[in-house]
């Protein structure tokens, strides 16, 4: 039992990234837009925490370097969430190839500064990351709660949650009275892009100590499966990147458990995908996903 | 009522050709990524000169000649071809194929088991590890489709886990071949290499091999599928439109499942050439390839036609082929990748262009309604 609750802090610390990113991820396509594009927002999140940690660090700034690195962080994948925002939602854009096409542009991007700043394919080894506290757990904990608690309030006690809605569901029937289905949505995708990339400082932060091309690993793919395993709902989503999180956090800690030992890592590896695979398969018939996700919105045309 | 006369202009009609268009955004790409690279201060001439090479073999700098570097351009052009293909054809039938990569993945897997423990007889044991490929990459495929036509679940999401699934699986299975460590397994005993004795001498000892006579055969199968066949014919009403296909007696569940397995079998066979063909050695890998995502742009580029997939296909073994020499140069090899997302991310924003043409068309209407 002891052993179990040693593991608590390391699973948090995998699980809040994953789950600050699915719940971007959701209020994305709550609003109508599919994001798939949130792995290489994380990666540029990642990357841009990572070297502006390094450069405040040895400039001496202390502490609050962490949390300026994590904002710089968070708005670089802003930035880059502009261009699926403009893609799919000015340009009536097909939402899958922009997404892929921003994973593909962060893959070069990420290697390619840290090549001209730090002339290697990662950026250079900062010498502290985050701290953790009394429990030994990481502040990155909080934060991912704090988002899920921000997100259910908007969306599911605010007016404005309520319209977001409507746009995922019916973008006609919203438009109607007078919604501003595309300023929505923008926020929508902007927000997704925002928590994708303060995710992916979470991960820099507090698992490594440099970014390189395996920093992220699936992991943003974790978390959009986490959308659709845990139907589209704050608790559900929830739930499915700790389940996630969890299944990962094993390959790490499969090692104090004999019995557990046998196995390649591989297999836990593999967990959450396989999860997913089959829950989508085990739920399908009704249909959880928001009505209107993923199809561009004609205004007028009905 | 008299016949509105259409005058398009050169811009319009250039815009509503697809190929047009495609060379229009390829050259975009390569115009931000030379900005880029002239922005952080590296020359530009630099990218352009190791591409220049990766594409003649002449080396600008030293006037030196090397044959060997056309043949390993081609060599990498190969899995880009095949993986583009096995996008392409999904995207006929208007399904979303991101899984090239698992199916690569599991192609290659299987291709290094059947060439270390497979009947080592000249001529037919990579016949047979190559036949391996194609069969698991269609399962693989396959499978995505079915749980797509059966339970409707979404072959975008269903094939990213699939492409993981696989990357582990791999791993756990590489791991216990023979000789295996963290990285690399034995030696391929030679009945099993694809390597072809007149490609070597033509190209100066590259890594070019047979894989490049199965590349030809499988572009004319996929151009002799989609366009001569009532399969093919089946498969392309389904992408139009699901439900009138269904409505003229089209099986449409049947043709899903299919147009999946056979995209699997492209990016299947990719897997196994890569293995047998760039490699003397089985790999455990440790990351993705990601021949099968840049499949994704290579069949964007070539707008799904097989001809369009060939020349993308060799635009990205020749930037592949390039990386080196431009990391040479003090140009980061990065910039290749970005130029390839550039490329995808325009592609995406290339619905701009409909709705141009559209406010085009709509303001030439209101002229010539005015004049009357």
């Known amino acids: 039992m002891s052993a179990l609750l040693k593991m608590i802090p390391s699973v948090l610390m995998i699980v809040s990234p994953i789950l600050i990113t699915a719940i971007g991820g959701m209020i994305c396509e709550k609003s109508g837009v599919v994001n798939i594009a949130l792995e290489g927002l994380m990666g540029l999140g990642a990357c841009a925490a990572a070297s502006a940690h390094f450069f405040m660090e040895s400039s001496g700034m202390g502490v609050s370097s962490i949390y300026l690195a994590l904002a710089i962080g968070a708005g670089i994948g802003l930035l880059f969430s502009l261009i699926h925002a403009v893609a799919a939602i000015n340009l009536n854009a097909d939402q899958t190839i922009s997404g892929t096409g921003i994973n593909l542009l962060a893959d070069g991007v990420t290697i390619f500064v840290a090549q001209i700043l730090f002339s290697a394919d990662r950026t250079r080894e900062f010498q502290m990351g985050m701290q953790t506290d009394a429990l030994g757990i990481y502040p990155t904990a909080y934060i991912a709660f704090i988002v899920v608690f921000l997100a259910w309030f908007v969306l599911y006690k605010l007016p404005f949650g309520m319209h977001l809605r409507a746009c995922g569901e019916h973008p006609h029937a919203a438009d109607s009275v007078g919604i501003n289905v595309r300023k929505i949505r923008y926020i929508a995708v902007l927000t997704s892009g925002l928590l994708a990339g303060l995710a992916g400082g979470c991960i820099v932060l507090t698992q490594t100590i440099q970014y390189t091309s395996n920093t992220i690993n699936g992991r943003g793919f974790i978390a959009l499966a986490a959308v659709s395993f845990g139907r589209w709902r704050p608790a559900g989503v929830t739930f499915a990147a700790f389940l996630f999180g969890t299944a990962q956090a094993f390959t790490i800690i499969a090692n104090n458990f004999p019995a557990l030992r046998v196995l390649p890592t591989e297999v836990f590896n593999i967990l959450p995908y396989l999860i997913t695979l089959i829950a989508l398969v085990a739920f399908s018939g009704k249909d959880y996903a928001p009505r209107a996700n993923g199809k561009p919105y004609f205004k007028g045309a009905s | ?372």
């Open chain 2, 1 to 372: 009522m008299k016949k509105l006369e259409k005058k398009d202009s050169f811009a319009s009609r250039l815009l509503g050709s697809d190929g047009a268009v495609s060379v229009l955004v390829v050259l975009l790409g390569f115009v931000v990524g030379t900005i880029l690279v002239a922005l952080v201060g590296r020359n530009p001439l630099n990218m352009y000169k190791a591409i220049f090479q990766s594409l003649t073999g002449y080396n600008i700098d030293n006037g030196k000649m090397n044959v060997r570097y056309i043949g390993e351009t081609l060599n990498y052009t190969v899995p880009f071809v095949l993986c583009g293909l096995s996008m392409a054809f999904a995207a006929r039938t208007g399904l979303f194929n991101i899984g090239g990569e698992g199916q690569y993945i599991v192609g290659l897997t299987v291709a290094q088991v059947i060439a270390l423990l497979g009947p080592q007889v000249v001529g037919i044991h990579w016949v047979l590890a190559i036949l391996g490929a194609i069969l698991i990459g269609a399962l693989w495929g396959g499978l995505v489709g079915l749980l797509k036509a059966k339970y409707e679940v979404s072959e975008v999401v269903s094939t990213i886990m699939l492409n993981y699934v696989a990357l582990y699986l791999s791993r756990i299975i590489c791991l216990q071949l023979p000789g295996a460590t963290t990285y690399k397994t034995a030696n391929y005993p030679t009945t099993a290499l694809l390597n072809n004795a007149l490609f070597q001498k033509l190209t100066n000892n590259s890594m070019l091999n047979n894989g490049f006579y199965l590349m030809f055969i499988s572009i004319i199968v996929y151009w002799f599928i989609m366009e001569k066949t009532n399969l093919g014919f089946g498969l392309r009403a389904t992408g139009f439109n699901k439900e009138a296909a269904r409505c003229s007696g089209i099986p449409v569940v049947k043709s899903i499942a299919i147009s999946m397995a056979i995209a699997g079998a492209f990016a299947g066979l990719a897997g196994g050439i890569v293995a047998l063909g760039s490699f003397r050695y089985g790999r455990v890998l440790s990351g993705m390839d990601n021949y099968g995502f840049n499949g994704i742009a290579v069949a964007l580029i070539g707008n799904n036609t097989a001809l369009g997939n060939l020349l993308a296909g060799f635009l990205f073994g020749m930037l592949k082929n390039a990386q080196a020499l431009m990391q040479s140069k003090q140009i980061p090899k990065e910039i290749t990748f970005i130029i390839q997302g550039l490329i995808v991310v325009f592609i995406a924003l290339r619905s701009a262009i409909a709705i141009y043409l559209d406010w085009l068309n709509k303001r030439q209407l209101q002229k010539e309604v005015i004049s009357k």
